[in-house]
């Protein structure tokens, strides 16, 4: 995009919008180094089965059915929190300092317990507990504002949920991948043909096309060490190996009402896949690459009677990223007695999601304290650096 005016950019933004590929994974480039990628967890993931406090003899009392503790097959972090088995293949990560956890932590959402609300607070970044169309947009988007001469990256959308974290003023495109795109080589001629006579949509149409096989499921290698890459990722990585300096995007399937065991496990696969992804498609900039991954609220302590949880209020967040100081369980540990549970039914929570976000940002990028707890998270009380930035 070197030497590009900004009309032309916004021109390009028009042909992509108007070319069949386009629409909401969301990317934007940045003048500088470091890259940022937040994955929104959707559905609401159990913390306290992800990061087991298994030392603590009241997690399996909660919890007679759920598998907990060594015996599970959890991988030891640290003598007193263990990792559940499914992200097993990022334990290397652990153990080089690339991969964290934050625990006891959630947006200031209470009470309500809506997927919906939460969701949207999350991607907000505000104190306030409404919508995000009242919320001045997402706090990715605030944040770009703040950095000036960031530019829009062209993206496309092969899918349909909507991410708001990057809503706002500040230029950024949008891509999904839920459409499954199988073009054939005279489908592909036949479009560079008909766009041909206009540069934009020429050359919409052609990074379109190469975009729909790298985000083919049928078109990925398999990941080192073996299973499938994450389409989502492949793609993020693929854009941070150019000008995009941020990316996010969102994975479904934690919402674990019921058979938890088996449903939660399904989602780690695709976390530890996304992450495996990431790391591997972006080689030497991994380096300088921070991986968020939170949620909207945590799940209760106990169990319910379905083999489940509950909506919740505390919850864990996931960090990745030779950018980050991993090999951690960062945060204060309320306890799992009655008393200290969030209205005796869920982890306390005693972090801000919004906070730890914040710090990352200022550890990547420098951005000054009062901008992020005055633009980016309105309202915000950062508290002491937990040092996340390596």
């Not at 592909?188 to 083919?216: C, K, N, R, T, W």
């Not at 499921?217 to 080192?224: A, T």
Request: proline share 6%; net charge negative.
């Amino acid at each position: 995009m070197a030497g590009l005016r900004r009309r032309d950019l916004l021109l390009g933004a028009c042909s992509v919008a108007a070319h069949p590929l386009f629409s909401t994974m969301t990317l934007a480039a940045a003048p500088w180094q470091p890259r940022l990628v937040v994955i929104i967890l959707r559905g609401a993931m159990d913390g306290l089965h992800v990061v087991q406090p298994y030392t603590d003899p009241l997690l399996a009392a909660y919890r007679p059915t759920l598998p907990i503790g060594p015996d599970s097959g959890m991988l030891d972090l640290d003598g007193r929190f263990g990792m559940h088995p499914r992200l097993g293949r990022l334990k290397p990560l652990w153990d080089s300092g690339e991969l964290g956890f934050v625990h006891a932590v959630s947006t200031p959402y209470r009470d309500k317990r809506s997927h919906f609300d939460g969701q949207d607070l999350l991607e907000a970044g505000t104190a306030g507990d409404v919508g995000i169309a009242a919320q001045r947009g997402g706090w990715l988007n605030r944040f770009l504002q703040t950095v000036p001469g960031t530019v829009a990256e062209t993206a496309f959308a092969v899918g349909s949920d909507e991410l708001r974290v990057l809503a706002g003023a500040a230029p950024a495109m949008r891509w999904s991948p839920d459409v499954d795109v199988d073009l054939t080589p005279q489908m592909q001629q036949l479009l560079s043909h008909v766009y041909a006579p206009d540069p934009l949509f020429a050359a919409a149409a052609s990074e379109g096309m190469a975009l729909a096989s790298v985000i083919d499921r049928k078109e990925l290698p398999d990941l080192p060490g073996g299973g499938k890459r994450e389409p989502l990722a492949a793609f993020a990585a693929d854009r941070l190996l150019g000008e995009t300096r941020i990316a996010a995007y969102s994975l479904t399937g934690w919402d674990t009402h019921k058979g938890q065991k088996g449903g939660l496990g399904a989602a780690l696969d695709r976390l530890q896949r996304s992450i495996l992804t990431l790391q591997d498609g972006l080689g030497a900039v991994w380096g300088k690459t921070a991986v968020l991954a939170m949620t909207e609220f945590g799940r209760t302590a106990r169990e319910n009677g379905s083999g489940g949880t509950d909506h919740g209020t505390g919850g864990a967040m996931l960090l990745a990223g030779g950018a980050l100081r991993g090999g951690s369980v960062f945060g204060e540990w309320p306890g799992l007695e009655e008393a200290d549970l969030y209205a005796r039914r869920d982890l306390m929570p005693t972090g801000d999601v919004r906070a730890y976000a914040a710090w990352a940002m200022r550890g990547l990028y420098g951005i000054d304290r009062a901008a992020l707890e005055g633009a980016v998270f309105p309202g915000l009380d950062m508290g002491r650096d937990p040092g996340l930035v390596a």
